[in-house]
């Protein structure tokens, strides 16, 4: 595997559901993040990681929740989600410190 | 609150013109600027990063930077059917690793 990898890529969940998403970063990076993409607006940051700690919190609803458990893995869990939650979620990486950043494929979520 | 604006399009050019895309952004203090390809279905590949005024050449790409002006400009050379894409612009502003990206615009390449 190279660059960044997602899964799954894509989700179908009901709103009284839990999953979770997995991103993996084969880059030797050691910053994270978690974007949404929605339809007709910009891409939003949700979370920061930087060497496994939590750098920036998006004031984003407590339905989800991220887990950094090392500089290569970044989890996102989901629960008890809303419809207005369907979205593209994307992952990226960078270097520590570094700006420029390299995204996953993302997952395509929808919720029910 | 942060901007970062760019023309939703679609731009349409010719292939073997030059695209022009245009971004505009409301902090000041922004440092750094890059953007973004996105092809349809796909996620965002960086393809160009500047930080000084002036201009930043990689192949057939140009980025132009104004800080003065708040605003910064992709040039395509040679404009190619697989350029098609939405182009985001992104501007860091020195916090947290934050970017705050554009809405993109769509610029589509006719053969």
């Known amino acids: 595997e190279t660059g960044v990898t997602q899964t799954p890529r894509h989700l179908v969940m009901g709103m009284t559901n839990k999953k979770s998403l997995k991103c993996e970063q084969h880059?030797?990076?050691?910053?994270m993040y978690w974007y949404k993409q929605s339809a007709k607006k910009p891409l939003e940051l949700m979370f920061v990681?930087?060497?496994?700690?939590?750098?920036e919190n998006n004031s984003v609803p407590s339905r989800f929740s991220p887990e950094c458990p090392n500089s290569s893995h970044l989890f996102l869990h989901l629960h008890t989600l809303q419809p207005e939650d369907s979205a593209l979620y994307l992952c990226?990486?960078?270097?520590?410190?570094?700006?420029?950043?390299?995204f996953g494929p993302g997952t395509r979520l929808t919720v029910t | 609150q942060k901007e970062v604006e760019q023309n939703s399009g679609p731009l349409s050019v010719p292939e073997g013109a030059i695209a022009s895309l245009n971004c505009t952004y409301s902090?000041?203090?922004?440092?750094?600027f890059f953007w973004y390809r996105q092809y349809s279905g796909k996620s965002p590949e960086l393809i160009m990063s500047?930080?000084?005024?002036g201009d930043k050449e990689d192949g057939r790409f140009t980025a132009q930077l104004n800080k003065a002006s708040q605003y910064v400009s992709l040039l395509i050379r040679d404009s190619q059917p697989s350029d098609s894409a939405t182009y985001l612009c992104?501007?860091?502003?020195?916090?947290?690793?934050?970017?705050?990206f554009g809405k993109g615009t769509l610029l589509t390449v006719n053969p």
């Open positions: 992104a501007v860091y502003g020195g916090s947290n690793y934050k970017l705050t």
């Open positions: 500047i930080y000084s005024n």
């Open positions: 990226a990486s960078s270097k520590a410190g570094g700006l420029e950043q390299y």
């Open positions: 902090d000041r203090v922004s440092q750094s």
């Open positions: 990681y930087s060497l496994e700690e939590r750098v």
């Open positions: 880059l030797g990076h050691n910053a």
